[in-house]
């Protein structure tokens, strides 16, 4: 099975933060990973899809990248409201894995 | 408006079988793939299983193989996951969720809460 390396596992942000999450894939998943936000008692959102393309309705602060097996998740000058866990998803073989997620929280 | 909505969950004992159902509304069910993931309370997402768009293939973790069943009907643009022989571990909240042909996770249920407990 496919491994999605998440780091970090938690981190204590401020406002107006660039805060970056990485997931590093143990074998090639292409392009084939999305990123998910989530809050308390909430469904997942999707933020990024196909590693790079940010979804309809989510703020252009966030951003997704690749370089080789390491794809992260950027947040530029954080807000309140992206407080929340994230995770990412390889979606390139099955069984589709996702990373153990990083939990965002304010100082 | 796409619309998934889940139904089914609740307390089952070890051993014992439950089916859940997610109502799909809003897109053409029958063009997409679908798939079911699930959350242990305090723990992360983990795929369970998915179905293509017409049934034909099924995939599933090594974890619930041959206990799980993914099916569909696309008549009645629902999806369904009969879950036999529930283990502890089984406990979670079960979020069905649309996959598309290069995309997936775009749109997910409200999530429904399974808990195996006797």
């Known amino acids: 099975d496919i491994q999605m390396t998440q780091s970090p596992s938690s981190m204590s942000v401020s406002l107006g933060d660039t805060v970056t999450i990485t997931c590093r894939a143990s074998?090639?998943?292409?392009?084939?990973v999305n990123w998910f936000q989530q809050k308390p008692g909430k469904s997942p959102r999707r933020m990024i899809y196909?590693?790079?393309n940010l979804a309809d309705g989510v703020p252009s602060r966030f951003s997704g990248s690749r370089s080789g097996s390491d794809y992260s998740l950027t947040i530029s000058s954080l807000e309140s409201e992206d407080v929340a866990d994230y995770h990412c998803?390889?979606?390139?073989?099955?069984?589709?894995?996702f990373g153990a997620g990083t939990k965002l929280e304010l100082k | 408006e796409v619309q998934l909505v889940e139904s089914g969950g609740g307390l089952v004992q070890p051993g014992r079988s439950m089916k859940l159902s997610c109502a799909a509304s809003?897109?053409?069910?029958?063009?997409?793939?679908m798939a079911w993931v699930r959350q242990a309370p305090t723990k992360g997402l983990e795929w369970v299983a998915t179905?293509?768009?017409?049934?034909?293939?099924?995939y599933y973790r090594d974890s619930v193989k041959g206990r799980f069943t993914i099916s569909r009907d696309n008549a009645k643009s629902t999806l369904y996951l009969q879950m036999n022989s529930l283990r502890s571990e089984d406990t979670a909240t079960y979020y069905c969720?649309?996959?598309?042909?290069?995309?997936?996770?775009?749109?997910w249920g409200q999530g429904v809460m399974v808990t195996v407990s006797s």
């Open positions: 969720t649309r996959r598309g042909i290069l995309e997936t996770g775009d749109y």
């Open positions: 809003g897109f053409t069910f029958s063009n997409y793939g």
């Open positions: 179905i293509s768009y017409d049934g034909s293939s099924t």
């Open positions: 074998q090639d998943v292409g392009i084939y």
């Open positions: 196909r590693a790079t």
């Open positions: 998803l390889q979606y390139d073989e099955y069984p589709n894995t």
